[in-house]
T-cell receptor, first 112, second 113 residues
Framework: RKEVEQDPGPFNVPEGATVAFNCTYS??????FFWYRQDCRKEPKLLMS???SGNEDGRFTAQLNRASQYISLLIRDSKLSDSATYLC?????????????FGTGTRLKVLA | GAVVSQHPSRVICKSGTSVKIECRSL??????MFWYRQFPKQSLMLMAT?????????EQGVEKDKFLINHASLTLSTLTVTSAHPEDSSFYIC?????????FGPGTRLTVL
């Protein structure tokens, strides 16, 4: 079982739809959490950090449930430009430092 | 800001040659940088953690003699793929740590013929 699990998709949704992605992590020592966006053949770019209280950035809302070790991302009013792979990332301690653990990503395709 | 550059962005080489990839933090100093590899339709896999002034820490299964890492300054880490083979063809991405975040370079696409 992978340390960070995501549904690979693809999620094909029409423009304007609301779509939700889920992610689970297995290491309870994980400290911080992020959603990254990766376009085809490009590097990942930070979309938003995820906080226990939940946080929102425009059309994007992220939630963290530490008890269930579950992270979610909600995208409202999807745009064509939202089409990408969304990576769930967990930052956890290891050997006196921290490292990022990436999920395999969820592919989103927003259709006109 | 926190900008990380990588060079080259793309390289095609013959089997058996060595390829060096540079990763630079342009507007901040990074004592720790990371090297990842991503195969098609897969996630980023951490290869090694590069520490300025000391030896890199390699992940399990990554050959340190094949993937040489040097982090000689606070703004530069290099990854050398020695005696590259076609199975080393991949997208190599570096990142640099600033506080508790990592900032990613644009990646280097390596194709070994």
């Amino acid at each position: 079982r992978k340390e960070v699990e995501q549904d690979p998709g693809p999620f094909n949704v029409p423009e304007g739809a609301t779509v939700a992605f889920n992610c689970t992590y297995s290491n309870s020592a994980s400290q911080s959490f992020f959603w990254y966006r990766q376009d085809c053949r490009k590097e990942p770019k930070l979309l938003m950090s995820v906080y226990s209280s939940g946080n929102e950035d425009g059309r994007f809302t992220a939630q963290l449930n530490r008890a269930s070790q579950y992270i979610s991302l909600l995208i409202r009013d999807s745009k064509l430009s939202d089409s990408a792979t969304y990576l769930c990332v967990v930052n956890r301690p290891t050997s006196g430092t921290y490292k990022y653990i990436f999920g395999t990503g969820t592919r989103l395709k927003v259709l006109a | 800001g926190a900008v990380v550059s990588q060079h080259p962005s793309r390289v095609i080489c013959k089997s058996g040659t060595s390829v060096k990839i540079e990763c630079r933090s342009l507007d901040f100093q990074a004592t720790t940088m990371f090297w990842y590899r991503q195969f098609p339709k897969q996630s980023l896999m951490l290869m090694a953690t590069s520490n300025e002034g000391s030896k890199a820490t390699y992940e399990q299964g990554v050959e340190k003699d094949k993937f040489l890492i040097n982090h000689a300054s606070l703004t530069l880490s290099t990854l050398t793929v020695t005696s590259a083979h076609p199975e080393d063809s991949s997208f190599y991405i570096c990142s640099a740590r600033k506080a508790y975040e990592q900032f990613f370079g644009p990646g280097t696409r390596l194709t070994v013929l």
